[in-house]
């Protein structure tokens, strides 16, 4: 474990735990990314117990979850999530100091590494953002006031051509084989149909 007590190392280290873990935030539910980010932040922890630290930096690091979390909620808050990614890198980079306080991991190493975290978090979390925004293709709710065509005739049952599918249809009026439908509402997986046009006469 002597390793970790390098600077270099338990930067890199702790930036890759903190990484997984505001992707498991944004994207819950593997245990892959959970279980990666509790292993990287015990080792991170190891190492912030036995370096010299800064108080401040560590303030940093906890602050940046706020901001993320918030950014997650609603949509067009790329601001919010902006300023998580540079309390994430500041606080990361400064945490571990030289005895005059100076940060301890290299410059290079550090720019490097800032820009590669930013530009995948920036790009991750807002497709994760988006993703968790977008309606669902098989959306029920959103088919309503859609036309389609019956392919059966329908009353207590029967199937309708809508939106390029095959559904499971009912109606409150028989409809004959044929006819232009225009969905009502939806009742579980099953849509609610009217005909669309009252001139149209059942066979």
């Given at each position: 474990?002597?390793?970790?007590?390098?600077?270099?190392?338990?930067?890199?280290?702790?930036?890759s735990?903190?990484?997984?873990?505001?992707?498991a935030?944004?994207?819950?539910?593997?245990?892959?990314?959970?279980?990666?980010?509790?292993?990287?932040?015990?080792?991170?922890?190891?190492?912030?117990?036995?370096?010299?630290?800064?108080?401040?930096?560590?303030?940093?690091?906890?602050?940046?979850?706020?901001?993320?979390?918030?950014?997650?909620?609603?949509?067009?808050?790329?601001?919010?999530?902006?300023v998580?990614?540079?309390?994430?890198?500041?606080?990361?980079i400064?945490?571990?100091?030289?005895?005059?306080?100076?940060?301890a991991?290299?410059?290079?190493?550090?720019?490097?590494?800032?820009?590669?975290?930013?530009?995948f978090?920036?790009?991750?979390?807002?497709?994760s953002i988006?993703?968790?925004l977008?309606?669902?293709?098989?959306d029920?709710?959103?088919?309503?006031?859609?036309?389609?065509?019956?392919?059966t005739?329908i009353?207590?049952?029967?199937?309708?051509?809508?939106?390029g599918?095959?559904?499971?249809?009912?109606?409150?009026?028989?409809?004959?084989?044929?006819?232009?439908?225009?969905?009502?509402?939806?009742?579980?997986?099953?849509?609610?149909?009217?005909?669309?046009?009252?001139?149209?006469?059942?066979?």
């Amino acid at each position: 474990m002597n390793f970790l007590l390098e600077p270099n190392v338990a930067y890199l280290v702790l930036l890759s735990g903190v990484v997984l873990s505001l992707l498991a935030i944004a994207s819950p539910g593997t245990g892959l990314l959970e279980v990666g980010a509790f292993f990287m932040l015990a080792l991170a922890g190891y190492a912030v117990y036995n370096l010299e630290f800064n108080a401040w930096a560590l303030g940093l690091l906890i602050l940046s979850v706020f901001p993320f979390i918030y950014a997650l909620q609603k949509p067009k808050r790329e601001g919010f999530l902006a300023v998580a990614i540079l309390l994430l890198l500041g606080g990361s980079i400064f945490l571990f100091a030289t005895e005059s306080g100076l940060p301890a991991v290299n410059p290079f190493l550090a720019a490097t590494a800032s820009l590669l975290v930013t530009g995948f978090l920036w790009i991750a979390i807002r497709k994760s953002i988006q993703a968790s925004l977008a309606r669902p293709s098989h959306d029920l709710d959103s088919l309503t006031g859609t036309l389609g065509e019956s392919k059966t005739r329908i009353h207590e049952e029967g199937s309708a051509q809508i939106a390029g599918e095959l559904w499971s249809v009912r109606s409150e009026d028989p409809i004959a084989p044929g006819k232009t439908v225009r969905v009502v509402r939806r009742e579980g997986f099953v849509l609610v149909v009217e005909k669309a046009d009252s001139s149209n006469s059942d066979s």
